[in-house]
């Protein structure tokens, strides 16, 4: 009668050719992956940058709108008038504290456009509120900023930043039969991140509310 002698097997280790099986499987899964991986990362910021300039561009635009409808400076001859709709919009390219309609931080550069109205604060009372558009370089980018002055003062009341990652801003054109008081402006705007493979370019415009 034989006797039956079990062999055992040592499980401490893996022979050669299963080690260099496993690589092998491991680099045939981990290039594609890792492909996957870095396009998922790309199209996600360039997703986020699109969305943080088309967010920019609704915010500049909303501004500006408004800002155009506003438009009228008038000489106030109290008590029966004429009450002359005068110059009300600037483009001459000012240094800040220079120009028709000053406003601005000293050492910022020449505005792209100045817009002012009369704003009444009473019955019998007003002032003058002046907004400037500017293109300023902070850090590694331009952004563009709306500053607020107030009733003839340069100095700026508020200071809002419209847009980030300005590439460039066109030259704005005025329609309307006014000299100094058009009846529309526009303004190219163009905004591209440093991770965007292309570029954002919105046109703001604006219809001034006061006809005559």
Request: aromatic share 4%.
């Amino acid at each position: 009668m034989h006797r039956m002698t079990r062999v055992r097997r040592d499980d401490a280790g893996v022979t050669l050719i299963e080690l260099l099986l496993a690589i092998v499987l491991l680099g045939i899964i981990a290039v594609p992956l890792g492909g996957a991986l870095i396009s998922f990362f790309r199209n996600t910021n360039a997703t986020t940058d699109r969305l943080a300039e088309s967010h920019d561009a609704q915010i500049a635009s909303a501004y500006f709108g408004q800002d155009v409808a506003n438009i009228g400076v008038r000489t106030w001859n109290l008590p029966s008038g004429p009450y002359t709709l005068g110059t009300s919009v600037e483009i001459i390219n000012a240094a800040p504290k220079g120009g028709t309609f000053p406003c601005g931080m000293v050492g910022d550069p020449n505005a792209v456009i100045r817009m002012a109205w009369d704003d009444p604060t009473g019955a019998s009372t007003l002032r003058k509120v002046i907004v400037s558009y500017v293109v300023r370089q902070v850090g590694t980018e331009k952004q563009l900023h709306r500053m607020r002055c107030d009733d003839g003062t340069s100095n700026p009341t508020s200071d809002l930043v419209l847009a980030h990652n300005v590439q460039s801003v066109g030259t704005p054109v005025l329609t309307g039969p006014m000299a100094g008081v058009p009846q529309s402006v526009s303004v190219t705007l163009t905004l591209k991140a440093p991770t965007d493979a292309g570029s954002l370019a919105v046109t703001l415009n604006g219809q001034r509310r006061q006809t005559s």
